[in-house]
C-alpha cells in the first residue's frame, strides 16, 4: 500500500476487499508521517493512541458486517486550532503549549462518528493569524513542493500533510484565506464553505464571524466527501444552518454545460503573468465544456483588505482575551500583581503578528473609533456580500485567482506584515460575504510552483461550486 | 481621603439643594439552567462544580441562548410596562478579571431587549412614575474568593460556579429626589418581580444588586450636576443611608465652592460612607461590539403574547381584585399583595373559610402576629393555608367561639396539627345543643339566686354576669349566642 497517494475510494475498496485492515493502514500512515515530518514540520504532534483506537473501531464493525461510514478508516489530520479530546491543542501557541480539551470540536466527533481515523494535530500560524505559517510557536512549516518555501497559512501543515501524502485528507480552518491559499501553494484541494455550513463548535476563535473548518484533500471528490461528514446544523452552535447537507459526490457528474461563470475584472489587475496564465488556462478549458464565460464587476473589491483587517482585529483581540494566565493558559511566574501576571504572560505568551492584532483589534474599538473604524468596516462588509449577491443573479459561479502569487520564499515577507496581508487580497471577500468558495489545482509556474484558482458560488451552493471544480480538475488531469 | 463626618453638609444647607438619583439594578433570573449552557443554577454548590466548557470560557466553545431566560426578561419587561423590541442584539463587553474567564461579559448594548416602561411609587400619599431607560440580559461572572485560605495573602481563589447565570440589568430614569423615593422604588420593584416569578430577588443571595447614580443640583436648576456612581448597596436599608450620604457629601463639597467630580465610589457598610474607586479618566472602555456569536434575538408577537398570558397577576391588579371580589377594606388588600406569597394565602385561607374578610383578618392579624413573633415567613407558617381555612370555617358555622378559635388556633401554631384533630383531643368544641346548655343553665341559675331576683326584679344588666357564670361552668365552650337566648327565656 502506497500511503501517500491514496484516496478515500482506494481505501474503501482495500478495506471492503480485505487488502489490508484499517488497523493496518493506520499503522503504516503513522510510520510515514513520521518518517516524513521532519522534511515540512507538519504536524506539530502525532496521535498513535487515538488513531489505532478509532482504526480498531472501524475494524471491528466491519468484522460484524457494519458499514463504518464514509471515511471508514481514513488518515486524517485536524489542524491545531480545532480541540481533540484528552490531545494537546495547542492553537501553535507557546500559550496553550500544554493545553488538553476536556471536549471534542463538533467537526472532530462528526469525523470520527464517520470512521475517520486522526494520525496527529496539523501545525499552523499561531490562533490562525498568518499567511505564511511561519507564526507558529512551533516552527515554520515548509512547502512539500519546495522546501524553501512556504505552505502558505495560515493552514500550512494541513495542506502540506495532504500534498506530503502523511495523510489523506485533513481540517483547516479559514478566516479570510487561510485553508484556499494555503491549498494554491501546495496543489491541493481546500474549501471554505458557507458560513454557518460546518460548526465551529470547539473551533478555537480568531474572528468568530468569518471562522470556518473546511476539508483539504489531494482530489475534488475526497473534498466532498469529507464536507458531506462534518457539515450540518449543531445545536452547540448558534450560527451554524438548519440548511438540509446534499450528497456533494452525486454532484460531481461532470456536466458544466450551460452553466454561466463569471471573472470578476477586479480580480486580474496585479495577477503575476504566471499565475494569470494558469487562470486564463482555466477558463479556457471551461468554456470548452459548455460554460458561458462572462466578465463581471464586484466593484467594492477595492475596500475588503483594510474592512477585513479591521473587523478581524476587532474581533480577536476580544477572543484572545481569555488567555491571561488565570486558568489554563501557559502562566509567567514571574509575576507579583495581577496586571503583572496578565502583562507578562501575555507579553511572553503571544507572537508578534498575534500581539499587533490584538493592539489594531483593541484599537479599533475604542471609544471615539468605532464609528469610524469598526462600524465603517461592518457597512463595507455589507456592500462586498451585496456585490456578490448581484453578480449570482447573472451568473452561475465565479471563477478567480487564490493569489497573487504563487508560494513565496521563507522569510521573503516577514518583514513586511501589509505586503503579507495584501497576499490575501482574492480570498477575503469571499469570506467577508459568507459564501463558499475554494482552490483547485490548475497547474504550476515554469519553477514548478503550483497554482490554484479559486471558485465561489451563492450561499450553500456548494454541491455547484464542487461540479465545477471537478470540471476543471478534469481539463487538468487532460492536459 | 474619605470623607469624614464632619465634611457632610449641614441640614439648612441640605434644604437648598435638590437630589436627582437613578437606579441600576441587576436581578438574578429564576431559570434552572444557566443563560448560554444548561448547567444549574442552584447556589451553594461545592466551588467549580456546576461549570461546563461554555461557561468556563474554554477556548472553541460557543454560547446558545436559553429560550427561558429570554421568557423571563420579557416577562420581566411586560411587568415593568415596557416596549419590547421585536429585535435585539447581544454586545461583549470586554473587560479583564480573574473571575471573567471570556474576558468579556455577554450582554446588551445599543439594542436592549426592553425600554421605556415605568414602575409606580407612593410618594407622600400620592403615586409617582418612574422611568424604566432599559432592560437588558446578560450573563453574570464568577466570584472572586480573597480571604480565608492558607496562602490567602499571596493568591486569590476564583469559583466559577456562578459563570453564566441569567441576569436582567434594569435602568431607570433619573427620576427619583430623595433616598425614600428610591427605597420605595426599589421595593415596588422587587415586589413586581417577585410577583411574576422572575426572580427571588434574595439580596443575601446576590439575587437583586443595585447600583446608584446620584447628584444634586440647586432647587429650580435646569440642569443636572455632575454625577457619581455608588456601587456595592446591597441591602435597602444601605441604598437609603448611602444615597444620604451621598448627597449630603456632595452638597457639603459644593457648598464649600468645590466641584464634584465624576467617578466611581463604594458604599463602605462598615463606616456609613462612600469612598471614591475610580474616576472618569480611569474609567474601563468596554469596546463594546455586537456579539458574533449570537445571532439577533428576534421576539414575535405570537411569542410575546404567550408570554404575556402565562403571567401572573401584577400587584396593583390584584389588590383591585382583592377589593373588588372579595371586599376587602383598602388598607387589608394592601398589606395581602405585599408578597406574592402573603397574597396567595390569603386566597387559600378565603377558599377554604368562605369568609374572605375574616380570612384577611387572620392572616393580617392572628397568624402574622405569630410569625413576626417568631421572625418566620408567610412560607414558613406551621399552619397551612388550608387548614387556617378550615378553622375559620368553623367560627363561620357557629361551631367555635372565636374566644376558642384563638386557643385552637395557637396550638395549630406550635404543633403544625388540624384545627379538628386538637378540638377533638380537647374536647374543645362548642356547646350548642340546647338540652347540655339547659342543665348548666339551672345550675348557674340555682348557684345565683340573688343576681336571678336582680334581674328579675328590673336590672337586667346582671344577664352579662349570668351568661359569663354559664360560659365560666361549660368551661368556655357554649355557645354564647345561645346561653343569651336560652337565659332570657329561663328568667322571664
Not at chain 2, 446591597?234 to 448627597?247: G, K, P, Q
Not at chain 2, 378559635?405 to 401554631?413: H, L, N, R, S
Request: hydrophobic share 40%; charged share 25%.
Amino acid at each position: 500500500m502506497e500511503v501517500s497517494t491514496l484516496t478515500i475510494d482506494a481505501i474503501r475498496k482495500g478495506l471492503h476487499e480485505r487488502t489490508f485492515s484499517a488497523v493496518e493502514l493506520a499503522g503504516e500512515a503513522l510510520r510515514f508521517a513520521e518518517a516524513e515530518n521532519p522534511k515540512t514540520n507538519a504536524y506539530i504532534h502525532l496521535s498513535p493512541e487515538r488513531a489505532l483506537a478509532a482504526a480498531q473501531a472501524v475494524d471491528a464493525a466491519l468484522a460484524r458486517g457494519e458499514d463504518p461510514g464514509p471515511l471508514a478508516g481514513v488518515p486524517v489530520a485536524v489542524k491545531d486550532v480545532i480541540v481533540t479530546r484528552g490531545l494537546r491543542t495547542t492553537c501553535a501557541s507557546k500559550l496553550l503549549a500544554n493545553y488538553i480539551p476536556p471536549y471534542d470540536a463538533t467537526a472532530v466527533q462528526k469525523l470520527e462518528a464517520a470512521g475517520g481515523v486522526i494520525l496527529g494535530k496539523a501545525n499552523c500560524d499561531e490562533f490562525a493569524m498568518g499567511s505564511s505559517n511561519e507564526n507558529s510557536a512551533f516552527g515554520p512549516v515548509r512547502n512539500p513542493v519546495a522546501p524553501d518555501r512556504v505552505p502558505g497559512g495560515s493552514s500550512g501543515g494541513s495542506a502540506a500533510v495532504v500534498a506530503q501524502g502523511t495523510a489523506v485528507v485533513s481540517l483547516g480552518s479559514d478566516t479570510g484565506g487561510s485553508i484556499r491559499q494555503p491549498a494554491s501553494f501546495c496543489g491541493v484541494v481546500g474549501i471554505t464553505p458557507t458560513y454557518g455550513r460546518v460548526s465551529r463548535y470547539g473551533l478555537v476563535a480568531f474572528a468568530s464571524s468569518l471562522d470556518h473548518i473546511g476539508p483539504f484533500a489531494r482530489n475534488v471528490r475526497d473534498a466532498a466527501t469529507l464536507l458531506g461528514a462534518i457539515a450540518g446544523r449543531d445545536p452547540l452552535d448558534s450560527t451554524s444552518a438548519n440548511a438540509p447537507v446534499p450528497d456533494y459526490t452525486a454532484a460531481l457528474d461532470g456536466n458544466v454545460s450551460g452553466m454561466r461563470i463569471g471573472l470578476p475584472k477586479e480580480y486580474f489587475r496585479d495577477l503575476t503573468s504566471e499565475s494569470g496564465q494558469r487562470i486564463q488556462a482555466v477558463v479556457d478549458g471551461l468554456r470548452r465544456q459548455g460554460c458561458d464565460i462572462r466578465e463581471i464587476s464586484l466593484p467594492s473589491t477595492d475596500y475588503a483588505v483594510a474592512c477585513y483587517y479591521i473587523i478581524c482585529t476587532a474581533e480577536a483581540s476580544s477572543n484572545l482575551a481569555r488567555y491571561d494566565g488565570v486558568r489554563y493558559t501557559t502562566r509567567s511566574e514571574s509575576s507579583e500583581t495581577l496586571s503583572d501576571m496578565y502583562r507578562n504572560t501575555r507579553g511572553e505568551g503571544f507572537g508578534a503578528e498575534c500581539k499587533r492584532r490584538i493592539m489594531l483589534g483593541t484599537y479599533v474599538l475604542s471609544a471615539g473609533y468605532y464609528d469610524a473604524y469598526y462600524l465603517k468596516a461592518q457597512r463595507v462588509r455589507s456592500l462586498i456580500a451585496r456585490d456578490f449577491s448581484r453578480a449570482f443573479t447573472e451568473v452561475d459561479a465565479i471563477v478567480a485567482p487564490v493569489s497573487p502569487f504563487p508560494a513565496f520564499r521563507l522569510g521573503e515577507k516577514t518583514s513586511d506584515p501589509l505586503e503579507m496581508y495584501l497576499s490575501d487580497i482574492y480570498t477575503i471577500t469571499g469570506s467577508l460575504a459568507g459564501i463558499p468558495c475554494m482552490s483547485v489545482p490548475c497547474g504550476t509556474t515554469s519553477e514548478g510552483l503550483p497554482v490554484g484558482a479559486q471558485i465561489l458560488t451563492n450561499h450553500f451552493e456548494e454541491a455547484r461550486m464542487l461540479r465545477v471544480a471537478e470540471a476543471v480538475e478534469r481539463e487538468m488531469a487532460a492536459g | 481621603m474619605p470623607a469624614s463626618i464632619d465634611e457632610l453638609a449641614p441640614p439648612g444647607a441640605l434644604a437648598k439643594y435638590e437630589p436627582v438619583i437613578g437606579l441600576e439594578v441587576h436581578v438574578q433570573l429564576a431559570t434552572a439552567t444557566k443563560i448560554f449552557c444548561s448547567c444549574p443554577t442552584s447556589f451553594g454548590a461545592a466551588p467549580n462544580s456546576n461549570v461546563c466548557p461554555v461557561c468556563l470560557g474554554l477556548p472553541g466553545a460557543l454560547p446558545v441562548l436559553s429560550r427561558e431566560a429570554v421568557e423571563l426578561a420579557v416577562r420581566a419587561a411586560l411587568a415593568l410596562h415596557c416596549e419590547v423590541r421585536p429585535q435585539s442584539r447581544f454586545a461583549r463587553k470586554n473587560y479583564f478579571y480573574p473571575d471573567l474567564p471570556k474576558g468579556y461579559q455577554i450582554s446588551q448594548y445599543d439594542e436592549p431587549v426592553a425600554e421605556h416602561g415605568w414602575v409606580e411609587i407612593q410618594v407622600n400619599g400620592e403615586s409617582k412614575r418612574i422611568g424604566i431607560t432599559r432592560v437588558h440580559m446578560e450573563d453574570d461572572a464568577g466570584k472572586s474568593v480573597h480571604d480565608g485560605f492558607r496562602d490567602s495573602s499571596r493568591y486569590s481563589y476564583v469559583d466559577l460556579n456562578r459563570c453564566g447565570t441569567p441576569l436582567i440589568e434594569i435602568v431607570s430614569e433619573p427620576d427619583m429626589r430623595s433616598a425614600d423615593e428610591a427605597y420605595s422604588y426599589l421595593t415596588e420593584l422587587k415586589q413586581v418581580l417577585q410577583f411574576v416569578e422572575v426572580s427571588t430577588c434574595d439580596m443575601e443571595k446576590g439575587h437583586l444588586r443595585c447600583d446608584a447614580n446620584v447628584s444634586v443640583r440647586l432647587k429650580g436648576a435646569g440642569e443636572f450636576g455632575t454625577k457619581t456612581e455608588v456601587k456595592n448597596v446591597n441591602s435597602f436599608r444601605f441604598v437609603r443611608l448611602a444615597i444620604d450620604h451621598e448627597i449630603s457629601r456632595q452638597v457639603a463639597i459644593l457648598e464649600s465652592g468645590g466641584t464634584i467630580h465624576q467617578e466611581t465610589r463604594l458604599y463602605n457598610v462598615a463606616t456609613g460612607e462612600t469612598v471614591g474607586m475610580r474616576s472618569k479618566e480611569h474609567a474601563h472602555d468596554y469596546r463594546y461590539f455586537p456579539e458574533p456569536d449570537l445571532v439577533p434575538l428576534r421576539i414575535s408577537d405570537a411569542w410575546m403574547n404567550r408570554i404575556r398570558d402565562s403571567m401572573a397577576e401584577l400587584p396593583a391588579e390584584k389588590r383591585a381584585r382583592f377589593i373588588a371580589d372579595y371586599g376587602l377594606r383598602e388598607y387589608d388588600a394592601q398589606v395581602l399583595t405585599q408578597s406574592r406569597a402573603a397574597a396567595d394565602f390569603f386566597e387559600t385561607v378565603a377558599r377554604a373559610a368562605g369568609d374572605p374578610r375574616a380570612a384577611a383578618n387572620w392572616v393580617i392579624g392572628d397568624l402574622s402576629g405569630l410569625l413576626n413573633a417568631e421572625g418566620k415567613s408567610i412560607e414558613e407558617s406551621p399552619v397551612t393555608a388550608e387548614r387556617l381555612g378550615e378553622l375559620v370555617r368553623l367560627i363561620a358555622k357557629g361551631e367555635l367561639s372565636n374566644k376558642l378559635a384563638k386557643e385552637v388556633f395557637a396550638k395549630m401554631f406550635s404543633t403544625g396539627e388540624a384545627a379538628a384533630v386538637i378540638i377533638e383531643r380537647e374536647g374543645l368544641k362548642q356547646i350548642s345543643d340546647t338540652g347540655a346548655l339547659e342543665a348548666i343553665i339551672e345550675q348557674v341559675l340555682a348557684a345565683n339566686g340573688k343576681q336571678v331576683e336582680q334581674y328579675r326584679s328590673g336590672k337586667t344588666t346582671v344577664l352579662g354576669f349570668l351568661v359569663g357564670q354559664v360560659m365560666k361552668a361549660s368551661r368556655g365552650q357554649a355557645n354564647p349566642g345561645a346561653v343569651n337566648e336560652l337565659l332570657k327565656a329561663k328568667l322571664t
